[in-house]
């Protein structure tokens, strides 16, 4: 389903960091003045980050010299050449390799333009969007949805798995099985989630059940707790500290735990408890499936929290609940939250459950939005944007938007350079880029053709 023509997909909608309100703040006795068309998200009190302190104009250029004089520059003057390019961004490329929905995706950590994305039937492809030549695993179908993906991070050509089939594998790109962690062998019960710590050399998984296991690399289980009275639809290392997990559950919490002190359910640092775990719908007991035929027969939900570390420190955690919430804690105190963010993104039972996640470089937040009519402020001419947001105030900063690719965008994750945007889109993975790339790529493709001796128009 690839676009038929580039087209802008975004909506700006303020200035990224909404700062003229601190600009109000400095010089009370001041008129505010209209935000100018491209204007910085640098407050007045800020200014100085570019080499005239009156004019909010900056550049990546000022940013540098000032730190080459020795001068503080904060991230946040980081980001704004950033977030002046996302507002070009639009739909890149599209590939629609699976007869089921997208479940899954994680990019690969040193190939930028490489993507691994699992789908509900089990398959798995290895996408490298400027190359043909791409790798599909095959699933089983009905059964296999893959629910946890990550790269080795001692080998970036195997990948570690969780599924609904009851496994947590790690496998190569040639879908042969290297090693297998867990395996249930009962279709009643499935794994939903994984991550793997190359510090701790380890590997956690959670059940459908409520409990979490934690493992060696080499395969050897250190623990297996149930730590949630509830499916744990996922769990994570922080990065900075390894020894700090996070779970979450439909049980409407989410939890850490110093995993060297951990006894039971009762010895988390702290838990986080959600007004709304889980959207409303139709789970029947899943407690006399006893074979796949069976399961296959029952209606169930992919109901689910996700809860994500800040990348760059680990002291923040995005959550998101299945309905209008997104919340974010800080680590200076985890029992509140530091913002929570209405955003419509509820949750219904063919759909991959809606996360929002971290830009790996700049405090933002990326999820995709579902209108819903009873959420407040809604409006028939709403449309399913890729929502951007400042994870420090809250406040919306862009939407990406392409007409061709209209349905609800449940994944979305940068790449670890954070140039790069992938979602996932029903069947459909699509790839954000700026548009200056797609008119570079364009003329190489044409340049090509010409030295080829084939006729291109104009």
Known sequence: ????????????????????????????????????????????????????????????????????????????????????????????????????????????????????????????????????????????????????????????????????????VLQDFSGRNIQTFTNTEDWAMWYCSLDVSAGMQCVVTGDNVGNVVLLETCGKEIWKLRLHKKKVTHVEFNPRCDWLLASASVDQTVKLWDLRNIKDKSSCLYTLPHARGVNSGNCCSLAAVSDRDSWQSVTHCDLSIAAYFSPWDGAK?????????????????????????????????????????????????????????????????????????????????????????????SLNKFNPMGDLLASGMGFNILIWSREILLMLKQEELMKALREKGLSVGR
């Open 317 to 409: 955690l995005l959550t998101t609940d299945q309905h209008s919430e997104i919340r974010v804690y800080s680590a200076c105190d985890w029992a509140k939250p530091q913002h929570i963010i209405p955003h419509p993104h509820r949750q219904f039972q063919h759909l991959t459950a809606i996360k929002a996640s971290w830009h790996p470089r700049y405090d933002l937040i990326v999820v995709g939005r579902y209108p819903d009519p009873q959420f407040p402020g809604h409006t028939s001419e709403e449309l399913r944007t890729v929502d951007v947001f400042d994870g420090q105030k809250g406040n919306i900063v862009c939407q990406l938007y392409d007409p061709y690719a209209s349905g609800i965008v």
């Open 1 to 168: 389903m690839p676009p038929k023509r580039p087209t802008h997909g975004k909506r700006n909608l303020e200035p990224p960091s909404g700062e003229e309100e601190e600009q109000e703040e400095v010089s009370p006795g001041k008129r505010k003045r209209e935000t100018e068309k491209n204007a910085t998200p640098c407050s007045s009190k800020d200014s100085n980050c570019g080499t005239n302190r009156g004019d909010k104009q900056t550049s990546i250029v000022h940013y540098l010299y000032r730190s080459t004089l020795g001068g503080n520059v904060r991230a946040k003057y980081l980001r704004t050449p950033f977030l002046r390019s996302l507002a070009s961004y639009i739909l890149y490329r599209t590939n629609s390799p699976f007869d089921r929905r997208v479940t899954t995706l994680e990019w690969h950590p040193t190939h930028p333009n490489t993507v691994a994305v699992g789908s509900k039937g089990g398959d798995i492809i290895l996408w490298d969007y400027e190359q043909l030549n791409n790798t599909l695993i095959p699933g089983i179908g009905a059964g296999g949805c893959i629910t946890g993906m990550k790269f080795d991070p001692f080998n970036p050509n195997q990948l570690y798995t969780s599924s609904v089939a009851g496994s947590t």
